[in-house]
């Protein structure tokens, strides 16, 4: 079995900072790209940023210059470093990935429980 699970959520002051981390965990045998989701009850599951297993990173407008995605391929982790963190981007973060597992031939997506983030002073 294969999961993915989040952490490093919290309460943070506007301004602050907080990392998130996502894990990869089971019988693994290959990751593509892994992304960052967040929800809110009011909004769909938005994109927050994505990187691609050689490295290539995208983000949404939201999260530039704010945000940086990174990932540590040896440990199937991928790293969500959030700065100057604003009461909007409160929300629950979730991490995907779309991997292929070693009992597959094929690749799908994975996600994790979610994690909440919640900016507010």
């Known amino acids: 079995q294969v999961q993915l699970a989040e952490s490093g959520g919290g309460l943070v002051q506007p301004g602050g900072s907080l990392r998130l981390s996502c894990a990869a965990s089971g019988r693994i045998f290959r990751i593509n790209a892994m992304n960052w989701y967040r929800q809110t009850p009011e909004k769909q599951r938005e994109l927050v940023a994505g990187?691609?297993?050689?490295?290539?990173?995208n983000y949404a407008d939201s999260a530039k210059g704010r945000f940086t995605i990174s990932r540590d391929n040896a440990k199937n982790t991928l790293l969500l470093q959030m700065n100057n963190l604003k009461p909007e981007d409160t929300a629950v973060y979730y991490c995907?990935?779309?991997?292929?597992?070693?009992?597959?031939?094929?690749?799908?997506?994975?996600w994790g429980q979610g994690t909440q983030v919640t900016v507010s002073s």
């Open positions: 995907n990935a779309d991997l292929t597992s070693s009992f597959a031939s094929t690749s799908r997506t994975y």
């Open positions: 990187i691609t297993s050689s490295g290539t990173t």
